[in-house]
């Protein structure tokens, strides 16, 4: 299993995403493992590559980028590292131009994990609600009740809650996300759990000051700079 350098759930989480229209997925995959294995994309904060295999007819994207770090001044940083070492990167892969003509970047975001642990982003089915929520310290604590009860059950996966702070899609001020190591499992637990006292309270809580505004699935990729 992949595990973050900061797994512990006591650290938060600031991450940046953006999500890409990709024309030719496997050329795109190439040129992005070049950066990444380079040497200025070594010295670059936790990262990771997702796929989205569901989506909605107003989200064209294909993929998902995401940088994460514990420590916000390091996303900062590097993204000077990037501007400053543009030059350099066109020298060093001459393949820039697939990704250039390849890849169109639908929309950005940062955010931070409020509930969430690192270790498990690598499992490998994710379905993502973009939720907007009216009063996020009500909707926090009837999510943490809900999670101790999803996290006592005997399938593995998990459940995350993320702010979303700047950028992204319109009304969509928070991020649920639900992992599991497959479809297959995924499904299984929804179906079990969403039938569950504890997920019908956390239901009736929220439903009065939520909003599911889109649903999307996905799939890791590939993860850089991880332990």
Known sequence: M?????????????WQCSNVKVDNAPAFITVWDQFMN???????????????????????ATHQLCWFSDDPAKLEAQSYSILAGSAKFS???PVVNTYINNVEEISNYMGQALIADPGDFSLRYSVLYGMNVKDPASYAAAFTKMKAAFDKRESRGTVELHEIIAGGEKGVTHVVIVRAPS???????????????AFQEFAAATRPISD??????????????VQ
Do not use: C
Request: negative net charge; hydrophobic residues 40%.
């Open 91 to 93: 020298e060093l892969f």
């Open 38 to 60: 380079s040497d200025l994309g070594k010295k670059m904060t936790p990262h990771a590559v997702f796929e989205f295999l569901n989506t909605n007819s107003t989200n064209s």
């Open 183 to 197: 479809m297959a499992e995924w499904l299984s637990g929804r179906n079990d759990f969403i039938a569950s006292k």
């Open 2 to 14: 992949l595990l973050f350098a900061f797994q512990s759930n006591a650290q938060q989480i600031t």
């Open 212 to 225: 599911i505004i889109e649903t999307t699935s996905g799939t890791p990729v590939q993860f850089y700079n």
